[in-house]
């Protein structure tokens, strides 16, 4: 005889996740093993003595944990996915019943806590990662990456000299006639005056002017990265009021952009990763080795 199932939700459920959850599931694994109660002592200085309740700081690291694990660079995706998933619900401690915390709290806390905070969670899973004798310590494999700056090319801003501003604009700013007539400001400017001042040589400015002069007689836009003049834009001369931080940098093939630069180390014993750090997309690779090979 042929079936058919008919749906109709209960009024009231008999229903716990550990009976649903197999023993031999990722997740179950990882929460079993996995212990960060020591953040409740390290976030405690980040926090008030009143007011409403903050997302716990260990339930925050887990969504980043299951955020790399699942692929998932966004908070909004992120919260959506655990959702459906019992799980990841499993292992962030929520019941089926429970709503998420809302994706602007995970945003939100991310930007509370200082580096050292992130830095000591991943010392942390790394000595677990010693401890259970996955780390060799043998051969390290390092390679880069860069990393989209949250800022666009078309919010560059001119560096300047600290003194005589005028005649610098008028011997060096060739770039388009839109940015000669203003003179733009951004909203909010987060560069400081030393990020804002020009700390190239004459020789470099030099050939920096002589191949601007090649397109800027035509060249009607800013110099974002879908425009011909992104090619000339210099991080000598140029920076980004909304990411200082970030350098313009660019891959065969691709348009320039602002980035960063991700160093990623790695144990070849199995797979761990050993180090990871960010560092400014205008350096070499050899460049930074020194740095790496210290914090390895």
Same mark, same amino acid.
């Given at each position: ?18 009976? !649903? ?18 953040? #409740?002592?390290?976030?405690?200085? #980040? ?16 969504? $980043? %944990?299951?955020? *790399? ?6 908070? !909004? ?14 292992? %962030? ?35 677990? $990662? ?10 390290? $494999?390092?390679? @880069? ?38 003179? !733009?400001?951004?909203? *909010?400017?987060?560069? &400081? ?11 470099? %400015?030099?050939?920096? !002017? ?14 974002? @990265?879908?425009?011909?003049? @992104? ?7 140029? #920076? ?19 980035? *960063? ?6 144990? &070849? ?9 960010? *560092? ?17």
């Amino acid at each position: 005889m042929q079936g058919f199932k008919i749906y109709q939700e209960k009024l009231f459920n008999s229903f716990q996740l550990s009976d !649903r959850v197999p023993i031999t599931n990722f997740y179950r694994r990882l929460k079993e093993v996995l212990d960060l109660d020591f953040l #409740y002592t390290d976030t405690e200085q #980040y926090y008030g003595s009143s007011g409403q309740k903050s997302i716990d700081p260990v339930v925050f690291f887990k969504f $980043c %944990l299951v955020g *790399y694990l699942e692929n998932l660079v966004s908070d !909004r995706k992120l919260i959506a996915h655990c959702s459906m998933r019992l799980d990841i619900l499993y292992f %962030l401690g929520y019941d089926i019943d429970e709503e998420l915390p809302w994706h602007s709290t995970i945003s939100r806390t991310r930007q509370l806590f200082p580096e050292v905070v992130f830095e000591s969670v991943f010392t942390h899973v790394f000595q677990m $990662c010693i401890s259970k004798g996955m780390v060799s310590g043998h051969t390290q $494999c390092i390679d @880069s990456a860069p990393v989209k700056a949250n800022a666009s090319m078309d919010s560059l801003e001119l560096k300047v000299p600290s003194q005589d501003l005028e005649a610098h604009l008028a011997e060096v700013r060739h770039i388009s006639q839109r940015d000669k007539e203003v003179f !733009r400001k951004a909203k *909010y400017n987060k560069a &400081t005056e030393s990020q804002q001042t020009i700390t190239a040589n004459k020789k470099q %400015l030099d050939n920096i !002017r002589s191949r601007n002069r090649k397109w800027s007689k035509d060249q009607d836009m800013r110099p974002g @990265s879908g425009n011909k003049g @992104s090619r000339y834009t210099s991080n000598k001369t140029h #920076y980004s009021p909304t990411d200082p931080d970030a350098r313009i940098s660019v891959k065969p093939g691709k348009a320039r952009k602002l980035n *960063y630069c991700s160093q990623l180390s790695v144990d &070849t014993a199995h797979h761990v990763i050993t180090d990871i750090h960010a *560092y400014h997309a205008d350096g070499k690779d050899n460049q930074h080795l020194q740095d790496i090979t210290k914090r390895l």
